[in-house]
């Protein structure tokens, strides 16, 4: 990096922020949500993937090779028997929600369809949940092109953390809850839930069988836009009947998570309740509740609560706020740190 380059940086560090531009595709990925976006009677958010070329997806074969990645996956995880117990758990869950449905194989349509390769992520450090299954869009079908390629990503809409930690604590009561399998409550067409297709058996001994996933899916590169862009709509929506709730949606969410909070404990409540009810009406469930007054935590279901001592708020009661340790009780933030080990030699 030039010297001019390394001194522009220097002074732009203390510069206020300035939103980009959008985009070309940004705008074009916008206006396909707008105008493709709708309710089903249920009240969930159906929404189509922003395709580049929608009359013209030029997509190759990509089967053969999800079948590949599969029996790899499927042969490394025989070798596991607890992890790959956990992975059948978490694949069967699709089906029994009514997140993903079976579908027969047609040679015709192989070009009309894509495959998502996918294997486990465990992360042991998580609360509740360590096993989750990853799908990978970014694989290259037989004529190279991967169903990433073809589709807008779509802009960033979420907002700056340490922005966003930093507003939170402006509150004197706060509260933190999670929107359980947030991607997986926004219904994707049917006519491009084609274009979301995996295989999956039980046993080795089973016939490979094909399904198709319902829902918004991690993985793909405009899931992120897609299910941060419709909570934007819920506030939308809810903004003449639920303003507490339409605030929180706009300006108090990291992705799935809820960081609000008020002035006062009835505020608090007050925007706890609209909060619920709206995202409800979308087939949204709040879980993992915590906060730093037990009163906000009044009425909640011990079962949605972060743990079942929430509600005295122990002294133990130390929950993971994206990546920080938040001590409710106390109030305050604090970060665990693995102690460095000793080596004979460092790289």
């Given at each position: 990096m030039t010297p001019d380059k390394l001194l522009t940086q220097f002074w732009?560090?203390?510069?206020?922020?300035?939103?980009?531009?959008?985009?070309?595709?940004?705008?074009?990925?916008?206006?396909?949500?707008?105008?493709?976006?709708?309710?089903?009677?249920?009240?969930?958010?159906?929404?189509?993937?922003?395709?580049?070329?929608?009359?013209?997806?030029?997509?190759?074969?990509?089967?053969?090779?999800?079948?590949?990645?599969?029996?790899?996956?499927?042969?490394?995880?025989?070798?596991?028997?607890?992890?790959?117990?956990?992975?059948?758990?978490?694949?069967?869950?699709?089906?029994?929600?009514?997140?993903?449905?079976?579908?027969?194989?047609?040679?015709?349509?192989?070009?009309?369809?894509?495959?998502?390769?996918?294997?486990?992520v465990i992360k042991p450090d998580r609360i509740t949940t360590q096993l989750r299954v990853v799908f990978n869009a970014s694989c290259p079908t037989s004529n190279r092109n991967s169903l990433n390629d073809v589709l807008h990503t779509g802009p960033t809409l979420q907002a700056d953390l340490v922005i966003l930690v930093v507003k939170w604590r402006m509150f004197q009561i706060v509260f933190n809850a999670d929107i359980q399998k947030m991607y997986r409550q926004i219904l994707v067409e049917s006519r491009h839930t084609p274009f979301q297709r995996i295989l999956f058996r039980k046993s080795s001994n089973d016939p490979i069988e094909d399904f198709e996933l319902q829902t918004v899916t991690f993985g793909i590169n405009c899931a992120p836009f897609l299910a941060i862009r419709t909570l934007l709509k819920l506030a939308d929506d809810v903004q003449g009947t639920?303003?507490?709730?339409?605030?929180?949606?706009?300006?108090?969410?990291?992705?799935?998570?809820?960081?609000?909070?008020?002035?006062?404990?009835?505020?608090?409540?007050?925007?706890?309740?609209?909060?619920?009810?709206?995202?409800?009406?979308?087939?949204?469930?709040?879980?993992?509740?915590?906060?730093?007054?037990?009163?906000?935590?009044s009425g909640i279901p011990q079962e949605h609560l972060l743990d079942t001592n929430s509600l005295s708020l122990p002294e133990s009661n130390n929950t993971k706020t994206l990546g920080i340790r938040w001590n409710a009780k106390k109030d305050a933030f604090f970060f665990l740190i693995n102690p460095i080990q000793d080596k004979t030699a460092y790289t």
């Open positions: 732009e560090v203390e510069e206020v922020p300035r939103k980009p531009l959008p985009s070309t595709s940004d705008i074009v990925c916008e206006q396909i949500y707008k105008n493709t976006t709708h309710r089903n009677s249920d009240g969930r958010y159906v929404v189509t993937l922003p395709f580049k070329t929608p009359e013209n997806i030029e997509l190759g074969n990509s089967r053969h090779i999800a079948l590949a990645q599969f029996l790899r996956n499927e042969k490394s995880l025989s070798r596991k028997p607890e992890i790959k117990a956990e992975y059948d758990k978490a694949i069967n869950e699709y089906l029994e929600l009514g997140h993903m449905t079976k579908v027969e194989y047609d040679p015709a349509d192989n070009t009309k369809t894509y495959y998502l390769p996918h294997h486990a639920h303003p507490l709730a339409a605030e929180i949606l706009r300006n108090g969410m990291y992705v799935d998570d809820v960081l609000a909070g008020a002035h006062d404990v009835p505020t608090a409540i007050l925007a706890r309740d609209e909060l619920t009810s709206s995202l409800k009406s979308a087939g949204f469930a709040l879980r993992k509740w915590t906060s730093n007054d037990p009163k906000v935590l």
